[in-house]
Structures are given as C-alpha cells and as structure tokens.
C-alpha cells in the first residue's frame, strides 16, 4: 500500500488519485482508470495499467453496450479537458471498424 504522504510529495498527486492509486495496488486491478497527467505517469511508475475516459467508453462501444456518438457528445458538453479534435476522431475510427 502506497501511503498518501509519500506520493504527495513526490508528484504533489490530489488525493483521491493517490487514494485510487493506492486501492489498485493493494487489490492488484487489471487497470486504473485515470485521466491526469500526472496520475497516469505515477501510475505507470507503479506498474499500474492505466485506462482513460475515451477508451473505456471506446470499449463499452465495441460491446455494444453504449452508443459511442453519444458518450462523446455528452463528455464534450462536461467540462472534461479533452480535444474535441481527438474525441472526433476516436469516433470515426470506431465507426470505420464496424
């Protein structure tokens, strides 16, 4: 178990990342689902695989289980700091595999 202290003042990570960092490591997790910067590298250091937002829902796509036009539409509406740009084409390239 990773200590909050101990990543806070490596990385000065907000704590509830430190928090999910800690639980995935403890639990042994398949991935992390994570988003910042600098979580995603301290995650990494840690050996943690790390997932982001436009993947996870790019995978609930494929299964079929969300409408991907819409889960980008809806998260550019959020004040989530993603290119629109890069969401755009995310979508076409998940509409192109179909």
Do not use: W
Request: avoid cysteine.
């Amino acid at each position: 178990v990773i200590e909050p202290t101990q990543l806070l003042t490596i990385d000065s990570l907000d704590v509830g990342e430190v928090a999910a960092i800690s639980l995935a490591r403890e639990l042994g997790a398949d991935s992390l689902l994570m988003d910042e910067r600098k979580g995603v590298a301290v995650a990494r250091e840690y050996g943690l695989a790390v997932e982001r937002t436009p993947t996870v829902l790019t995978i609930a796509a494929e299964r079929g289980l969300i409408d991907l036009a819409t889960a980008f539409s809806r998260l550019k509406a959020t004040n989530f700091r993603i290119p629109h740009a890069l969401l755009d084409q995310l979508l076409a390239d998940h509409q192109r595999r179909r």
